[in-house]
């Protein structure tokens, strides 16, 4: 039996600057309010955009609440890659005052 992968995790609010921040979420939230520098890979497309992704540094992974972006962050963990999960997800970073942008140039947030 497969011993379950260990989820590394951070609070939005300790996130490095320059962090690699990968968005899982639907195309919809994203468009709400997303961080500026994040990258959008919906959860359902990751497996097959995982060339996008950088192995030589940190994923951090967020969606709306942690628990989409644990998902992911387990399927990156076990597939060799550094990924942390951001725990308290776009939630949090909104509680947190962090940046957000909206696609669609409204003022952004969480959806």
């Known amino acids: 039996m497969n011993q379950p ?3 590394p995790e951070v609070m939005s609010a300790a996130l490095p600057a320059g962090a690699f921040l990968l968005d899982v979420r639907e195309n919809d939230e994203w468009t709400a309010g997303h961080a500026p520098e994040a990258v959008h ?5 990751l497996g097959g955009r995982l060339g996008e992704l950088p192995r030589d540094r ?5 969606c709306r609440t942690g628990n ?5 962050t387990q399927a990156l ?5 550094q990924a942390i999960n951001v725990s308290d997800g776009m939630t949090g ?12 140039g409204t003022e952004p947030y969480v959806a």
Do not use: C
């Not at 940190?58 to 967020?62: D, G, K, L």
């Open 5 to 7: 992968v260990t989820v």
């Open 41 to 45: 890979v919906r959860l359902g497309e």
């Open 68 to 72: 989409r972006s644990a998902y992911a």
């Open 58 to 62: 940190e994923v951090y992974v967020i």
């Open 93 to 104: 970073w909104a509680v947190a005052g962090r940046p957000m942008v909206s696609e669609d």
């Open 77 to 81: 963990v076990a597939g060799g890659w």
